[in-house]
């Protein structure tokens, strides 16, 4: 796939792409309700206002209608007036964020595919995260050993899917949007804004499921990162 392609670049999505995010967001929110709500309601109704209250505030991020440095509080700020913490918003936000940061994992494969691909591509990361998470995932799992590059939207400003953040990138590698692939998960996010940039995409789909019609075929699909180092060799 990738070794016929001619790229000399790879730019990652971190969470879900090379960690597994959705296990460290289920454990984070575990320890959260744990330490400041559960003598204020069940953990299922904590977990659900969560939740819908996150969707709906990365979804304006992503529209461009709300910086992504204020999520980190608004969310648990909304979540307060239905469950009143006797913490602030911004005590539970940072205790969230640190165990979110502590308890992600590479997914399997992951870790060796980067090493490999690191011999023959320049790599980079482009993620919606927040620094004080991203980072510490990046040092905690040693990522800058084969990833020199990592571009957090909080810091540069813009969000993915959003070209913008797609061009900073490029630039700091030196690339050209035909010369560089970009591996995600998420089609919102990851596959609009790399058609926006012009530059191919690869959907990491381990669930297979079907592509939305209103969406072109991606130029790849695999399952997991680990499948793009397969199909290199």
Known sequence: MIAGEGYKAILFDLDDTLVDFKTAESKS???TYE???QDLTPETDFRDL?????????????AGNLDTKHIRTLRFEEVNKAFPSKSSPETIAQFYLDKLAETSEWIEGAEKAIQALSKSHKLGIITNGFSCVQRKKYTLHC?????????????VGCAKPDKRIFHW???KM????????MVGDSLSSDFEGAMASGIDFCWINPQKHSLPPSLK???FKVQSVLAILESAH
């Open 174 to 181: 030196g690339c050209t949007p035909d010369e560089v692939l």
């Open 35 to 37: 330490e400041f709500y």
């Open 50 to 62: 969560f939740h819908t209250i996150n969707k709906s505030l990365w979804k304006s991020a992503e």
């Open 169 to 171: 990138a490029l630039e």
């Open 29 to 31: 929110l575990q320890l």
């Open 217 to 219: 075929e991606p130029k």
């Open 143 to 155: 990522m800058h050993n084969w990833i020199p590059l990592l571009v957090i939207s909080e810091e």
